[in-house]
């Protein structure tokens, strides 16, 4: 069993949890998600199946769309919900108008420095296991895109509460985008919930649910709700290989492909019948091309 699961995570359970909850179901040991989302957080959850796992590496850099809400007036030591209170302020001067004027500055690249509760490693310890035993240390910015931010709510208060609409490049932290629009506002914030609404392809409304993955496991149909490697790359650009170039693919050999690309392009390599073979390089060889393997999925003697 072999392919990509759209999960809708629902709030609670780890990343981790729920692919060992896969494991369970689909009685599979080679199980594994393409990024973390946190316990509180819900919504999509990319996990691997089989062989589908080695192209794990190829999916984890994907764009993110999330919705979130973002409470003003107040911090916490986590930057959402379940922290503790670090500070309080009156937000009841906010308006809408100040939002909009504050999460411009937002958009495009933007430096965060990662929250002690994430999983950004520190002198082999990860930082949410720092943050368990009350250490904190210094955390280096790290450069971030913001491609699409907008307000999609606003409701008053002495804290009002902000809905929000990111996209954004994979690494960004959305708790951290909140704290930092509220320190922006001079009132400071923290988020109170996160949606996975989107990653690269996978979209929320596509998604399925463990219940459902579990039914679907007893009637013998679980390998229908998932996405093939070669659709999970699609936005990769591809070459074909005919019978020969197979049998050289599987044995991870070097072959003359047609058709043109960049110079060290990440491609699929697909049989004339379009079955993914293969992850290579493309490299240029004056007006010819030849790829070379990086992930072979062929076996050799098929």
Same mark, same amino acid.
């Given at each position: 069993?072999?392919?990509?699961?759209?999960?809708?995570?629902?709030?609670?359970?780890?990343?981790?949890?729920?692919?060992?909850?896969?494991?369970?179901?689909?009685?599979?040991?080679?199980?594994?998600?393409?990024?973390?989302?946190?316990? #509180?957080?819900?919504?999509?959850?990319?996990?691997?199946?089989? =062989?589908?796992?080695?192209?794990?590496?190829?999916?984890?850099?994907?764009?993110?769309?999330?919705?979130?809400?973002?409470?003003?007036?107040?911090?916490?030591?986590?930057?959402?919900?379940?922290?503790? @209170?670090?500070?309080?302020?009156?937000?009841?001067?906010?308006?809408?108008?100040?939002?909009?004027?504050?999460?411009?500055?937002?958009?495009?690249?933007?430096?965060?420095?990662?929250? #002690?509760?994430?999983?950004?490693?520190?002198?082999?310890?990860?930082?949410?296991?720092?943050?368990?035993?009350?250490?904190?240390?210094?955390?280096?910015?790290?450069?971030?895109?913001?491609?699409?931010?907008?307000?999609?709510?606003?409701?008053?208060?002495?804290?009002?509460?902000?809905?929000?609409?990111?996209?954004?490049?994979?690494?960004?932290?959305?708790?951290?985008?909140?704290?930092?629009?509220? @320190?922006?506002?001079?009132?400071?914030?923290?988020?109170?919930?996160?949606?996975?609404?989107?990653?690269?392809?996978?979209?929320?409304?596509?998604?399925?649910?463990?219940?459902?993955?579990?039914?679907?496991?007893?009637?013998?149909?679980?390998?229908?709700?998932?996405?093939?490697?070669?659709?999970?790359?699609?936005? #990769?650009?591809?070459?074909?290989?005919?019978?020969?170039?197979? =049998?050289?693919?599987?044995?991870?050999?070097?072959?003359?492909?047609?058709?043109?690309?960049?110079?060290?392009?990440?491609?699929?390599?697909?049989?004339?019948?379009?079955?993914?073979?293969?992850?290579?390089?493309?490299?240029?060889?004056?007006?010819?091309?030849?790829?070379?393997?990086?992930?072979?999925?062929?076996?050799?003697?098929?």
């Amino acid at each position: 069993m072999h392919g990509i699961l759209n999960i809708n995570k629902p709030a609670g359970p780890t990343s981790h949890d729920i692919v060992a909850k896969v494991r369970r179901i689909l009685k599979e040991k080679r199980v594994g998600h393409t990024g973390t989302l946190d316990p #509180m957080a819900v919504g999509v959850l990319v996990v691997c199946v089989g =062989k589908a796992t080695r192209i794990v590496e190829y999916l984890v850099g994907q764009e993110k769309e999330y919705s979130a809400e973002l409470v003003l007036g107040r911090t916490t030591t986590t930057q959402d919900a379940e922290g503790t @209170e670090t500070s309080s302020a009156n937000a009841s001067h906010i308006t809408p108008e100040m939002v909009e004027e504050a999460i411009s500055k937002f958009r495009g690249q933007i430096m965060q420095v990662p929250p #002690m509760v994430s999983a950004v490693k520190h002198e082999g310890k990860r930082l949410y296991e720092l943050a368990r035993k009350d250490i904190e240390v210094e955390r280096k910015p790290r450069q971030v895109t913001i491609y699409e931010l907008e307000m999609t709510g606003f409701i008053l208060g002495d804290r009002p509460v902000v809905g929000l609409r990111v996209v954004c490049s994979s690494g960004t932290y959305i708790r951290t985008l909140c704290a930092d629009i509220g @320190e922006a506002l001079g009132v400071g914030g923290y988020m109170k919930s996160l949606v996975r609404n989107r990653v690269g392809t996978f979209r929320l409304e596509d998604s399925i649910s463990l219940d459902e993955l579990q039914q679907a496991a007893e009637e013998g149909r679980a390998e229908q709700l998932m996405v093939s490697m070669d659709e999970a790359l699609a936005s #990769m650009p591809s070459v074909d290989v005919d019978s020969f170039g197979e =049998k050289m693919i599987a044995r991870g050999v070097t072959v003359a492909v047609a058709g043109s690309g960049n110079e060290n392009e990440l491609v699929r390599v697909r049989s004339e019948s379009g079955e993914l073979l293969a992850v290579g390089r493309l490299h240029l060889r004056g007006a010819a091309s030849v790829v070379k393997p990086e992930k072979v999925f062929a076996e050799a003697g098929q």
